[in-house]
C-alpha cells in the first residue's frame, strides 16, 4: 500500500536512529557477520536477583490484573520514599505517575503540555528522542549547540538567547545521554536565575541515569524552591538497575501535570505492567549500595574506553561524569575517503565502522550534533578493546 495511505505524522517521523543501528547489527549477524554492538543503551548486566524474586514473588501472589493508571499505591510511595531520600524532593501521590518506561512519560508529558507551536529548548546533544516526541506533539525543537570543550553542557547566557516569546518548555538530561555530561548543582542554579525570569516555562529533568555518576552528588532542578512547581522530574529503573525491557519509569511533577499524564495514559495504554511494578518496588526500597558493583563497573570500563581512544588520532573526547557512553568528535575525518568511502558525516563515519571494522556505533547526527558518534561501553572489556582495535585499524 501506498505511505500516502499514511497520516503526516507518521510518514515525517524518523525511525528511532538507536533502534535503527540495533536492528542493522542484528541483520548483518544474521548474515554471520561478527558484530560488536556499542550502539545500544542497554547495560550487559542481568537484573538483579533480589528484584527477580520479587517479580517471582508477585507471580505467586497472583498479581495479573489491570493496575491503577498512575501505578500501585505501594509504588507510588516507594517513588515518593525514593525521592525524598536521594533527592531531597517531597512530593504527595498525586504528583507521581508510573508509565511504561520514562519514554512513555516524556511522550505523555509532549502531549499534555504542548500546543501546536510551543518552542522546546533542547541543550545539544539531547537522547535521541526528544525532539521527535515534541514534534509529534506539534511541537518546535529549539537546539542550542554545546561543544567538547565545556563538556556539552549549556550556559545561562545560551539558554537566555534562546528563550522567546513562544518557549513553552526546555528538556534536558544529567547525567547526559549520549555525552554522560552532569549538571553540576551551581550550574544548574545559574539555569535556574535565567528561568526564574520566565515563570511559564516548564522544565523537564530527565534523571535516568541518576545512579550512574562517577563525581559524587546527584543534583535535581526541582530542588530549588523557585523550580519545584516548575519542573517535572522523570527517572526509571532500566538503567541503574538493569531492567531496560520490564518497561518502568515515573514522573515526580507539579499535581496538575501528573493529573494530565494520568488521564493521556488512561486512553493510550492504561497501567504499567503488573508483575513488573511489584519488583521495581523491591528496588526502589533497597539500599542504591546494592547496585554499586554494576556502577564501579562501568567506572572501570570507561577508564578503559578512553585510554584506547585516546591512541586513535583524530578522536577528541572530554571524560564523561555519568551514563556509560563516550560521545568522541570525529570531525576531522570529514573529506577524507577511508576503505573507498568518502567520509563527511558523522552517519557516513558511523556506517564506516559498522561496514568494515564490524562495530555498531550511533550517528550524533541523531542527538544534534553533527561532529560526534555516540560509543556505549555497556559491553564487556574483551568487547571493548576487540572493538576499538577494529576502529583503529580501519581508520589507521
Same mark, same amino acid.
Given at each position: 500500500m501506498s505511505t500516502t495511505l499514511l497520516s503526516d505524522r507518521i510518514n515525517n517521523l524518523a525511525a528511532?536512529?538507536?533502534?535503527?543501528?540495533?536492528?542493522?547489527a542484528r541483520e548483518l549477524r544474521a548474515e554471520g557477520k561478527d *558484530?560488536?554492538?556499542l550502539s545500544l543503551g542497554e547495560p550487559d548486566f542481568n537484573t538483579p536477583?533480589? *528484584?527477580?524474586?520479587?517479580a517471582i514473588q508477585a507471580v505467586n501472589d497472583n498479581y495479573n490484573s489491570y493496575t491503577p493508571v498512575d501505578g500501585y499505591p505501594e509504588l507510588k510511595k516507594a517513588i515518593i520514599t525514593k525521592f525524598k531520600r536521594d533527592n531531597g524532593l517531597t512530593y504527595d501521590p498525586s504528583q507521581i505517575v508510573v508509565s511504561t518506561g520514562a519514554k512513555q512519560a516524556l511522550y505523555n508529558i509532549a502531549q499534555v503540555c504542548l500546543n501546536p507551536g510551543d518552542e522546546v529548548i533542547l541543550p545539544c546533544p539531547y537522547w535521541v528522542s526528544y525532539s521527535d516526541i515534541v514534534q509529534l506533539a506539534e511541537g518546535v525543537p529549539v537546539e542550542v549547540a554545546t561543544s567538547i570543550h565545556n563538556d556539552f553542557k549549556m550556559t545561562a547566557e545560551q539558554l537566555e538567547a534562546a528563550i522567546t516569546p513562544k518557549t513553552k518548555m526546555i528538556w534536558y538530561s544529567s547525567p547526559c545521554n549520549p555525552s554522560g555530561s552532569i549538571y553540576s548543582k551551581k550550574e544548574l542554579r545559574a539555569l535556574a536565575d535565567v528561568l526564574k525570569k520566565h515563570p511559564n516555562i516548564i522544565v523537564v529533568s530527565d534523571e535516568i541515569y541518576e545512579h550512574i555518576n562517577y563525581v559524587g552528588d546527584h543534583a535535581s532542578m526541582a530542588q530549588f524552591e523557585d523550580m519545584f512547581d516548575r519542573t517535572v522530574t522523570v527517572n526509571g529503573v532500566a538503567k541503574a538497575f538493569a531492567m531496560t525491557g520490564w518497561r518502568i519509569g515515573y514522573i515526580g511533577a507539579p499535581t496538575y501535570i501528573a493529573r494530565a499524564?494520568?488521564?493521556?495514559?488512561?486512553?493510550v495504554t492504561s497501567g504499567a505492567n503488573?508483575?513488573?511494578q511489584r519488583a521495581v518496588i523491591t528496588a526502589l526500597e533497597s539500599p542504591v549500595s546494592k547496585i554499586q558493583y554494576m556502577v564501579d563497573e562501568f567506572k572501570n570500563r570507561r577508564t578503559l574506553i578512553l585510554q584506547l581512544l585516546a591512541d586513535i588520532p583524530g578522536f577528541e573526547c572530554n571524560e564523561p561524569e555519568g551514563a556509560f557512553y563516550v560521545f568522541p568528535n570525529i570531525s576531522s575525518f570529514f573529506g577524507k575517503t577511508i576503505e573507498g568511502k568518502l567520509i563527511n558525516t558523522a552517519s557516513d563515519f558511523s556506517m564506516l565502522l559498522l561496514e568494515k571494522a564490524n562495530v555498531a556505533t550511533v550517528t550524533g547526527d541523531a542527538f544534534g550534533n553533527g561532529d560526534c558518534i555516540r560509543i556505549s561501553y555497556a559491553a564487556s572489556t574483551d568487547q571493548i578493546k576487540e572493538a576499538v582495535l577494529r576502529i583503529k585499524n580501519?581508520?589507521?
Open positions: 528511532s536512529a538507536t533502534l535503527a543501528m540495533a536492528a542493522k *558484530i560488536i554492538g536477583d533480589y *528484584i527477580k524474586d520479587a499524564c494520568n488521564k493521556i495514559q488512561g486512553q503488573c508483575i513488573a580501519v581508520v589507521a
